[in-house]
Structures are given as C-alpha cells and as structure tokens.
C-alpha cells in the first residue's frame, strides 16, 4: 500500500463494506444487456475506494440479462426462473472482475452455486481471508436459493463477512418520499429508521433484507453511483446520501 492510501485510511469511517449494484447499472444507455465502457466506468469508482485501503465486497442483480419475476410472470415456472436469474448475476460478476483486474486490483468472484471453471464456491472463511488479503471480492448467485432477492443474498452475505455497512448504489442520490424523477417537490431523507423504510415502502431494499439489515444493526447507505467519485467522497464523509439504521 503507497503512503497516500496509509495516511488517509485513519480518516475512513468505514474499513470493510459491501457495494450492491442492480445488473441495471451495468447497462449503460442501452436497454439491455451489458455496456463494456459503464462496467469499466463502475470499476474505476470502486478502485477509488480500495486505494483508501479499505475492504470491498459486492453483489451485482442480474436484472440486466434476466429476472426471475419476469420470467414467473410470463408463465415460466418460479424456481427455474430464479436460477436463470442467478446465472445471470454469474455473468455480471465476471464481467466486474475483468474490469476490475484491468485496473490490477486482484479480485474473486465467489458463487453460491458452485462452478468451478469459472469462480470459487462460497466458503465464509475463505472469503473472509480474501478481503483480509485486500482482495475485492463479487459474490455471485443470490444466497443460491430460489425466492430470495439480491437484495437479501447482499444483507446476508454482508452480515458473513463482519460488514460495517451496505452501500447501495442507484440512480438517485438517497431515498426521497416520491419518485424525484417524476415529481419536483420529492423529499431526500438524510436519515431513515429500519421501520420507517418497511412501513412507508420506501423502496431502499425488499423487506426480507431491511428486517435482516435491521436485525443485525447494520446500516444500508442509499447513494448515487452515477456520480462520479461518490463512493469514496462518502467514505472519506463527504457526499449526499441517505443512511438508514
């Protein structure tokens, strides 16, 4: 680690986190798919914040390329919908790693359904040495189960991993009481309790992983990940954004 990443780490509010993305961000202005400049774009952001020296861990959606809701409610069984979906978010995370080794930053995509040609199975301990080892860790597959959201396999396995926050990154800068993009007089929460956000369905996370978040004590940041150095800027306590704990 240089000398500018060990005088700033002290400043760090916190050391390991846990970044959700929705497969939606990678896609860029395209409606589909994934957008090769929009995942290098993503990666850089998160290189910002790893030469701060802290420990990064992440889950991406898959809803990009498939998602199991819809594929239920056009008729297709919800199960095998679900693991298409899963399979989904294996490519994404892959996709990540690339752009993230690109930027020599040594990462492992870890999935819940084991695949050995292309990423490790979820082995906590083994995880948990990864990101002691400054390793960015993208864990794949849901929790590997069907009827669980990404939302849900991030709670969890940010929970595993001794977390000090999940940092979700969206469109918008927080949680607002309305849609801010459809209505100008849409309200930012600076902060917002656990069952504030489940009663009044604010839409931070699905409820499984609020309650969960909530249960745990562990505090989900609401931010904007198109802004650019936002990531770190909230780290470093700077930025807009919303907590809720």
């Known amino acids: 680690m240089d000398g500018d990443a060990q005088t700033a780490l002290p ?12 497969g939606e961000a990678l896609m860029g202005t395209q409606g589909f798919g994934l ?13 910002t914040v790893h030469d701060l ?3 990064i861990c992440m889950v991406i959606g898959g809803g990009n390329i498939f998602r199991g809701l819809q594929g239920s409610a056009q008729g297709m069984e919800r199960t095998t919908a679900d693991y298409m979906g899963m399979l989904a978010t294996v490519m994404n995370a892959l996709a990540m790693q690339a752009a993230l080794e690109q930027l ?3 990462t492992r995509v870890i999935s819940a359904i084991p695949m050995d040609q292309v990423c490790e199975p979820y082995i906590r301990r083994r995880a948990v040495r990864h990101l002691e ?19 849900t396999a991030a709670t969890l396995r940010a929970n595993e991993m001794a977390c000090q926050a999940i940092f979700k990154g969206t469109k918008v800068d927080g949680v607002y009481d309305k849609d801010p993009k459809k209505f100008e007089d849409a309200k930012r929460y600076d902060t917002v309790s656990y069952d504030e956000a489940l009663a009044k369905r604010l839409g931070v ?3 499984s992983a609020i309650a969960l ?5 562990l505090p989900i940041i ?18 807009t954004y919303t907590i809720v704990k």
């Open 133 to 151: 080892k400054k390793r960015v860790c993208i864990f794949a597959a849901g929790t590997g189960n069907p009827y669980f959201t990404t939302d």
């Open 205 to 207: 996370m699905d409820a």
């Open 11 to 22: 400043a760090v509010k916190y050391k390991r986190v846990l970044l959700k993305i929705s």
């Open 53 to 55: 020296g802290v420990e």
């Open 222 to 239: 609401v931010f904007s990940l198109d802004e650019p150095g936002g990531f770190r800027g909230i780290l470093a306590g700077q930025g």
């Open 213 to 217: 978040a909530r249960d745990n004590a």
């Open 35 to 47: 957008h090769p400049p929009t995942v290098a774009r993503i990666a850089q952001e998160v290189k």
């Open 104 to 106: 020599d930053i040594h």
